[in-house]
C-alpha cells in the first residue's frame, strides 16, 4: 500500500513530523476541487487530510479505488460523504477534541465585544475619534457586564462545555440543551487551586429560550433558530453563531435585529460562505470573523498531531 498522503487543506508542522517520522510522504500542495479524483489516482496517495475547503464527495471515493483514508482536521464532516466512504472501506476520521477551547475562546470574543460595542467602536474610532471623542464616548457608555448574567448553551458537548467553563469562570450563571446529553459535570481548572468541578443537568430548548440573556450555538447543523425559536427569547438577547452557517436563519435574524428584539449577534459562520450576504456583513449590529472558529495555532499543532496519530494508527 502505498504510504503517500495528500494533506490538502495543509496541516500543522508537527503533524507532518510525526507522519514523516513514521514513514509516510506528506505533500502539502494544494490541489484544486475539479482536479481532485485526477492528483489522488495519478500520483498514488492512499490518504487525503482536509479541512472545511476541500470536498471528498462520492464521486471522488469512486474515481479512487487506492484511497484508503480520509481526515478531517476539525470537528465538523459535513463536507466528506462519511457513511459512503465508510461503506467502501475507507477509514473517515476527524478531531473532534482538539479545537474545542479555541471555538469557545471565540464566542467570549465575539461576547465581550459585544457587550461593551467594541465591534462598533473599532468601527467608528479610527473615522470619528479625533472630532466626535466625546459623543462616542457616550454612545457607547450603556455596555454592561458578562457576571451575573445567564448563558444558553444548545449544545453541550466538547466545545458547548468548553464555553461553558469560561462562562462559570466569569461568574455567569448556564444553561443548557441538547437533546443526547442529559447533562455534564464541567471541570474548572484554575491556576494555583483545586479544580472545581459543577453539574450542569439540560433543560428543555423552550426553557433556554426563554431564560438565557445570551444563547450560543454548538451543534453540528440543521436550521435550529428562526423567527418562532427567536419569539421566545428575552427582548434584547444577544445570539453567537460559531457552529455551523444556516443553523440560525440570516432573514430572521436580520429581521430580529431591526426590530430590537436582538440587541446583537456575533457571527463566525454564514450561509453562503465564502460569499456572505452583505446585508449581514454591513449591519451595525452583527460583529464579524470569517471561519476562524478553529484557526489558532495552539488548535491546529493539537488536530495535526491528533490527525497524525490516528493515521499511523490505522495505516502503520
Do not use: W
Amino acid at each position: 500500500m502505498s504510504k503517500k498522503i495528500l494533506a490538502n487543506d495543509g496541516i500543522d508542522a508537527e503533524g507532518k513530523r510525526l507522519l514523516e517520522a513514521a514513514g509516510f510522504t506528506v505533500v502539502t500542495d494544494k490541489v484544486s476541487q475539479d482536479q481532485l479524483a485526477k492528483a489522488l489516482n495519478e500520483q498514488g496517495f492512499s490518504a487525503i487530510t482536509v479541512r472545511s475547503a476541500t470536498k471528498v464527495r462520492k464521486d471522488v471515493i469512486d474515481a479512487c479505488p487506492g484511497l484508503k483514508l480520509i481526515g478531517r482536521g476539525g470537528v465538523g464532516m459535513d463536507n466528506i460523504d462519511v457513511d459512503y466512504a465508510k461503506g467502501k472501506g475507507i477509514h473517515v476520521v476527524n478531531t473532534p477534541a482538539a479545537s474545542s477551547h479555541s471555538v469557545a475562546e471565540l464566542v467570549f470574543a465575539h461576547l465581550f465585544g459585544a457587550v461593551r460595542f467594541i465591534y462598533d467602536s473599532n468601527r467608528q474610532m479610527p473615522a470619528n475619534g479625533t472630532t466626535q471623542f466625546d459623543t462616542l464616548k457616550k454612545k457607547y457608555a450603556k455596555g454592561s457586564e458578562l457576571g451575573g448574567k445567564t448563558l444558553g448553551i444548545i449544545g453541550i458537548g466538547r466545545i458547548g462545555q468548553e464555553v461553558a467553563k469560561i462562562a462559570l469562570g466569569c461568574g455567569m450563571n448556564v444553561l443548557a440543551s441538547d437533546p443526547f446529553i442529559k447533562g455534564a459535570t464541567i471541570e474548572i481548572e484554575i491556576a494555583g487551586a483545586d479544580k472545581v468541578k459543577v453539574r450542569i443537568d439540560t433543560v428543555t430548548v423552550e426553557e433556554l429560550l426563554a431564560g438565557s440573556d445570551f444563547i450560543t450555538l454548538h451543534v453540528p447543523g440543521g436550521k435550529l433558530i428562526t423567527a418562532k425559536e427567536i419569539a421566545m427569547m428575552k427582548n434584547g438577547v444577544i445570539l453567537v453563531n460559531a457552529a455551523r452557517g444556516g443553523v440560525i436563519d440570516e432573514k430572521d435574524l436580520l429581521a430580529a435585529l431591526n426590530s430590537g428584539k436582538v440587541a446583537h449577534a456575533g457571527l463566525d459562520v454564514f450561509e453562503n460562505e465564502p460569499a456572505p450576504s452583505q446585508e449581514i456583513l454591513s449591519h451595525p449590529k452583527i460583529s464579524l470573523s470569517p471561519h476562524i472558529g478553529a484557526a489558532t495555532e495552539e488548535a491546529q499543532e493539537r488536530i495535526g498531531i491528533e490527525l497524525a496519530n490516528k493515521i499511523i494508527e490505522l495505516l502503520k
